[in-house]
């Protein structure tokens, strides 16, 4: 089993009755009681490097009138860790979820309150409530306190005393899939999810490329990542951060700005259209080349180079820099000098970073951006009648471009060559 979740679901030797699999056994259609997939699982099987977390979901209230009517409960996805298959059973050991988080934690969650409720002999629902927030302080986004009085009611058609039989009378399918990678495990996830709630892009890139950002923190000095869900992140998005705070979304669109050599913004587009052969999307075929763990390395190391070199302590410059639009600005303008002189996606993968550091080095280091002069020509677009958006990242890709190889940078040029440019293809905000 390739895939690197950070959280697998070990659990108790789930035996589960096999309906159905493809050829070669790498997918297959189970069935398995609702108790039996819940038991064993903790709190800490909820924590998913892959999934966009727990989020409020009042549909699902009505989930447990769903079992008790015995209507069917869509099937859970997975992807197992640890399986053996027969014709007639399987068994297995550890698991993630691609879609069902949501059902699954509001299920163990209504199982932990017959549990805590069972084992303290109490009908007391005050008594489980507070011990509950006690263990899960968040819970009371998931279940209402109506819905946690429900269950101590006797004349409820679901209790805590008969919670148990109901779960172990009622079963649920399984799809599962084994041996995926984790980028086919995303993709498969992104899918599934397609039909509900839109996950945004910015999260979806996350997902797609965090098997090669995870960790970087403990391997580049000075650098910190955060991801869109991380309490941190939206601070740092405001431009209320430190040199070498970043969110991963934004690493991303600088990353994707870099190697096209234009100034990107993340689209539906992008993230479904790997194929495609224009230039402003990165081709399938070179997919490899720049999305594996070395080249983001690298890309990471000197795009802190330069927010040191640009911010030098400047709160200023250190919001400035914090904007996509700044970030997909300046990394279009380097990749596109870098292009330069690697004009091939194979020479750029080996030696675009090594550039990259060689333009830095030629910034000056007396107020390079000159933010005062940039907020003047800003403050002068008519913003009703054109894409700002657009504008910006291309007026700070002409700068860029000019800065780093040792031409006059002028923003009022760099503007007014922005906007001479709205024939070309736009890039809507």
Known sequence: MNVAFRSILRIKTMIITVLDYN??????????????????LSPDDFDYDIQRGIVINPYLDSILTTIVEKSTLPPFSLVASEIVINDVEAEMNGFSI????QRTYRLWLYKKIAEMALERQTNNYQNVTSRLKELFPNFSKIISPRQIRSLFNQESSINVWNLRQIF??????????????EQQAVKKMLLLNAGQKRM????QYELMYLHVFRDFQYEIDGVQLYRSKDERANEVKRGNREVG?????SIIIGLQSFIAGTPMRLSGDMLYSATSQEKEFITESSTDLFFNRDFILRFVTSFNHLDRRACRQNDEIKAWMSKDGTIAGLMGGIGAVVRETYPDDYSFAEHGCERFEDLIAAIPENNPFNLEQYEQEYGRLQSARINIGMILRKAITHYTKNLVTGKKANWKESFMA????????EWYD
């Not at 001479?420 to 293809?425: F, G, I, T």
């Open 200 to 203: 945004p892009i910015a999260h």
């Open 168 to 181: 172990e009378n009622c079963f649920i399918y399984l799809y599962i899939w084994r041996n995926l990678t």
């Open 98 to 101: 691609l879609d069902g988080l």
């Open 23 to 40: 050829e070669d056994r790498s997918w297959l259609l189970g069935k398995v009681s609702l108790w039996s997939y819940l038991l064993g």
């Open 418 to 425: 922005a906007q001479n440019k709205m024939k070309d293809r």
């Open 245 to 249: 705070e970043y969110v991963i979304p």
